[in-house]
T-cell receptor, first 114, second 115 residues
Framework: QKEVEQNSGPLSVPEGAIASLNCTYSDRVSQSFFWYRQYSGKSPELIMSIYSNGDKEDGRFTAQLNKASQYVSLLIRDSQPSDSATYLCAVNLYSGGGADGLTFGKGTHLIIQP | DAGVIQSPRHEVTEMGQEVTLRCKPISGHDYLFWYRQTMMRGLELLIYFNNNVPIDDSGMPEDRFSAKMPNASFSTLKIQPSEPRDSAVYFC?????????????FGPGTRLTVL
């Protein structure tokens, strides 16, 4: 049974600081990992994907993956009030033989304080 | 390019009625997923299709739920008969397998309320 765990928050961060969001997963064979941002009343929006151990940077966002520890994180630099949202961590078992549905965490509610 | 399209955006119905939700995936995508989101259970996979063929329906909660994909550009999720506990937001997502590792893109969702 694949499980994805996130701290529900709320996580409150002052504007301009670094927001750090964490996620652990239970399935050792999970191959790909995603961070989605969801504003209240809206659909999940893909913001980062990562497949290999280490860091992946895209603008103000950095995803970090440690498969040995079954841990994935998202760093948001220079946090802005518009970053206030729920961040969903998702994992996918993808072995090259076909895709699979995503297993989502419950999400972390992030609040950026002006 | 148009993203995933879902209709209706809101649906209010009475217990026992049939509900049909519709989805048009991103053109060219070969995977289509149906998810349900509630406060209690979060976002859960219901069923997914590859090239219009259902691959895994183990997330469908009961026989009252059924899904079809008659062609590459259209899918339906039907609930018959509906119950109040089916109230949730239903999302459709699509992906293209040959791109990086199945990045899935979500539609705007259908908010279903069963009275």
């Amino acid at each position: 049974q694949k499980e994805v765990e996130q701290n529900s928050g709320p996580l409150s961060v002052p504007e301009g600081a670094i927001a750090s969001l964490n996620c652990t997963y239970s399935d050792r064979v999970s191959q790909s990992f995603f961070w989605y941002r969801q504003y209240s009343g809206k659909s999940p929006e893909l913001i980062m994907s990562i497949y290999s151990n280490g860091d992946k940077e895209d603008g103000r966002f950095t995803a970090q993956l440690n498969k040995a520890s079954q841990y994935v994180s998202l760093l948001i630099r220079d946090s802005q009030p518009s970053d206030s949202a729920t961040y969903l961590c998702a994992v996918n078992l993808y072995s090259g033989g076909g895709a699979d549905g995503l297993t989502f965490g419950k999400g972390t509610h992030l609040i950026i304080q002006p | 390019d148009a993203g995933v399209i879902q209709s209706p955006r809101h649906e209010v119905t009475e217990m026992g009625q049939e509900v049909t939700l519709r989805c048009k995936p991103i053109s060219g995508h070969d995977y289509l997923f149906w998810y349900r989101q509630t406060m209690m259970r979060g976002l859960e996979l219901l069923i997914y299709f590859n090239n219009n063929v259902p691959i895994d329906d183990s997330g469908m909660p009961e026989d009252r739920f059924s899904a079809k994909m008659p062609n590459a550009s259209f899918s339906t999720l039907k609930i018959q008969p509906s119950e109040p506990r089916d109230s949730a937001v239903y999302f459709c997502a699509s992906s293209l397998e040959r791109t990086s590792y199945n990045e899935q893109f979500f539609g705007p969702g259908t908010r279903l309320t069963v009275l």
